[in-house]
């Protein structure tokens, strides 16, 4: 690895590789600590499962290449690297929208966005991070990565390289079962709607049975890594059956409910009754 060169960018795959290794793991950390600040505790931040961010390996690896040659002009290396980082997040938030149908991150509740993919706040950040990196810590990052031994280099890079397509499956997988269960709680709310409206105030067995795998799936949602990592996502499809998840105060088991004795049934239909019997009168 260490003796195949990429020309373009004058760097050997071996240093391009530990660039992007730094780069994803301090952008990970970076994403924590604004998150901890944020919330008060603990949130593993980014797309996959790991300490490592992607988007930031990638990102600042392209700037720091493309943006070398007029790293000592201060103006234009800000205005430039804010530009080309806005431009890459927003590439980056289209695609993965695309692919996924799920916006992971939303500005539109900042001024000056961009369908909520980038906006102004946010750009100009860019522009200082990246001023301070390319002049400040990168080199150092350079020096440093001269002195990995290559042959112990090429090792830990394979096994890196493993744990991060581990990572990466791990996580497609986490999706597709996300995307699942919340296609399966939209169906089941739509089924409870119908049957409210058919039994009317007598409440089936079958209807506490769906109410309650409706609410273990609606917890499985809550309390998904891919939530707490990304709290402003938006998938495309069942958006509104999401936003009625998240604000789901509890979960109350099928005991709670019949312990009860129905005066406080927490069901996913009972706003829909309500409506329903409000119009009949």
Known sequence: MQNIHINILNDTLFELFYYFCWWSIFGWFLEVVVRTLETGGFENRGFLNGPFCPIYGFGVTIITHILEPIQENFLLLYI??????????????VLMEKIFNTKWWDYSHEKFNYKGFICLRIALLWGVGSVLVIRIVHPLILKAIQYIPYTAGNIIAGFILLVILIDLGATLADIRNFNRHLKQVDAIGKLLHDKSIALGENISEEVLSLNSKYERLSEQIRNSRIVRAFPTMKPSKYYSTFEKIKKTISYKSEKDIIDEKYENLNLPIQKEKVNHENRNL
Do not use: Y
């Open 80 to 93: 430039a690297s804010s530009v080309i980082c806005t431009s890459f997040e927003l590439f980056v938030g």
